[in-house]
């Protein structure tokens, strides 16, 4: 059975066989049986965590336990509108803290998640998007090009597929619609390098 729990760039969340490369947490989304509800979150610590972490293992969606949600990569994950994990990505999390308060004049990690939810969701449960020239955009943003997301990586568009990224384009001077939240941009843009899956390097090496 193939599970409801794989977030997309577009901060839609899919069924599909490819497991990815990060996991992530917003709460409990489903019931006994496996299924989402309507709500995409319950609390607004998005995080996202290594796929093994001190051995610890469970079986996906137990009754009454949190949604493990899964990422193709670190930057589909920031564009969904998460953050990495204080405890099993530490490293990754005070680089990200660190440089998102320096961009974004917030203090604490309180100030982060409310900052990060503001800028990802509307009340209405759609993703927030802006618009931005995609000569300022740092590596690791995510655009819509032909209403597909595309990461911005170098000089090159990737196109995203669930399975990793299948087609590259170059990068022009024309105005884009930002998947990846306006604050994460900012710290992406203060020096947050995210590390792409092998696929977008085979792509752009």
């Known amino acids: 059975m193939t599970l409801q729990n794989r977030v997309l760039p577009t901060g ?40 093994d ?10 009754p009454r336990n ?14 969904a509108g ?13 680089r990200f803290v660190t440089l998102f308060h320096a ?8 100030e982060i998640d409310r900052l990060m939810h503001r800028d990802r969701v509307t009340r209405t449960r759609r993703q927030v998007r802006h618009t931005a020239a995609l000569e300022t955009l740092p590596d690791g943003a995510f655009i819509l090009h032909d209403d597909a997301p595309h990461l911005v990586w170098g000089n090159r ?10 087609a590259t384009l170059p990068r022009s001077t024309r105005l884009a619609t930002v998947l990846t939240p ?5 710290t992406l843009a203060a020096g947050y390098r995210p590390a792409p899956p092998p696929s977008a390097t085979q792509q752009h090496p």
Not at 18 to 26: P, S
Not at 85 to 94: A, H, L, M, W
Not at 103 to 110: D, E, K, R, S
Not at 182 to 186: D, G, H, P, Y
């Open 12 to 51: 839609e969340i899919a069924a599909t066989p490819e497991r990815g490369t990060l996991m992530g947490n917003r709460g409990i989304l489903h019931d006994d049986d496996r299924q989402l509800g309507k709500a995409r979150w319950r609390h607004p610590h998005w995080v996202t965590c290594l796929l």
């Open 53 to 62: 972490f001190k051995g610890r293992r469970r079986a996906l969606m137990q």
């Open 66 to 79: 949190y949604t493990e949600l899964f990422f193709l990569d670190e930057p589909t994950a920031l564009a």
């Open 82 to 94: 998460h953050r990495p994990c204080g405890e099993c990505r530490r490293p990754d999390f005070k």
């Open 103 to 110: 961009a974004n004049g917030t203090a604490t990690l309180a």
């Open 157 to 166: 568009l990737l196109r995203y597929t669930p399975g990793g990224y299948t």
């Open 182 to 186: 306006a604050s994460t941009v900012a």
